[in-house]
Structures are given as C-alpha cells and as structure tokens.
C-alpha cells in the first residue's frame, strides 16, 4: 500500500472514547455564552459611548470571556457529577475485573491446552481469586481431565472470602462431575447435602433437597 493511500485518520471519537460526545455537547452548548457575551460587551460599550469599532471589539471581547468561563464551568460540573456518580455506585473505589479474552480466544481456536496452561499462571499470581479457577475447572471438565476439575472446584470451595456465588456454583457443577464420572455418582450425593447444609432455608437448599430424590432414585439409594 503506497504511502498516505486510504490512511485512516483518527476522529474525535477515537481520540477521547466515550467522553467525545460530552465534549461534542459542551462545545455546541457554547452559542449561548458566545451570543449573550457579545450582547453584554456591546451594550455596556454603547452605555459608555465608545465608538462603532470598540463596540464591535467589546462584543467580541465579552463572547470570548463568556464563552471560556461557560467551557470552564461545564467541564467542572461534568467531572465533579462524573465522581459523585461513581462514588455513590461504586463507593469503595473501582474493582478491578480481569478479563479472559486471551484464553476465550485460544479456546476458540481449538487450542484448549493453551487457554488451560495461561489459567493456570493466573492461578499461581491469584491465590484468592475463584474466577480463573471455575474457567479452568470448566474446561478441564470439557476436557476429559476429571481430576483436575474436581481439585479446582474445591479449591474454590476452600478460599478464605469465597463468595457464595462461586460457592454454590462449583457445587453444582462438581455434581455434573460426578454423574458423568463413572464410579464416583454417589459423590454427587454428598454435595447436594452439602448445599443443603450450607444454605439452609433458601432457594439453593430447595433445589439441592430436590436433587438429592433424583439422583438417590437413579442411583438406586433408599435412605
């Protein structure tokens, strides 16, 4: 491609993200002050009888001086409504979330072995993160690796601060686990009981006590 041919160009957009369309409204909102400016400049040149050109330059000058205090203005309101907002939202500051593009990309490609060996190095630098470890677990459990999956799934069930999201979730799917592994069905059991035991009177224990009359009925169990 010859040198400038079909260059892109960067327009305001590109350059400030989502704050370009703030801008783009403050800077439109500026015929306000610019035409109120000027009336004010004009008129405070006529009542001192100032000749046509220096009532012309006082317009002038009132639009400027206007026109910069409204741009001031604006954008100090919008920053400051920006922080109260985020403030009252998110009072405790952002949180920052991973994300798992590179590794969702590789399995897309067909390369599992990948995607699981870089959750693997997040594992090692997130010792209290669960996130990685359901990732991995998950796909480990697409995989065939059983083992793997079930000391993830675990792993997550034994964090310090584990939210009980991330907690009944790999219960839930250690019970998946189980019934597609041969010979290790009836540990299905114990984590439907464990739900139940962890979450008692909520919806979570409901299902689990649901679940646990399935599987003991397909598993041929009477107790």
């Given at each position: 491609m010859s040198a400038g041919r079909d260059e892109y160009k960067q327009s305001l957009f590109d350059k400030q993200g989502p704050e370009a369309i703030h801008t783009l409204r403050t800077a439109t909102s500026l015929s306000i002050p610019i035409v109120s400016g000027?009336?004010?400049g004009g008129a405070l040149a006529v009542r001192s009888d100032?000749?046509?050109a220096l009532i012309v330059l006082s317009g002038l000058g009132?639009?400027?001086v206007l026109a910069v205090w409204w741009w001031f203005c604006m954008i100090?309101?919008?920053n400051w409504t920006g922080r109260a907002f985020g403030a009252f939202i998110q009072p405790t500051g952002p949180r920052y979330e991973r994300q798992y593009s590179h590794e969702d990309t590789l399995v897309m490609r067909g390369d599992a072995e990948g995607?699981?060996?870089s959750y693997e190095g997040i594992i090692l630098?997130?010792?209290d993160d669960a996130q990685p470890r359901i990732r991995a677990a998950d796909l480990y459990a697409k995989s065939g690796l059983r083992e793997r999956a079930e000391l993830l799934y675990r792993a997550v069930?034994?964090?310090?601060?584990?939210?009980a999201r991330d907690d009944i979730y790999a219960s839930n799917r250690l019970v998946d686990l189980y019934l597609s592994w041969p010979g290790h069905?009836?540990?299905?059991?114990?984590?439907l009981r464990r739900l139940v035991d962890t979450y008692p009177e909520t919806d979570v224990a409901e299902r689990a006590r649901a679940g646990l009359v399935n599987l003991k009925s397909q598993l041929g169990v009477t107790e």
């Open positions: 000027a009336f004010i100032f000749s046509g009132g639009s400027l100090t309101i919008r995607a699981l060996a630098e997130a010792p069930q034994r964090l310090p601060s584990v939210a069905e009836a540990k299905g059991l114990r984590e």
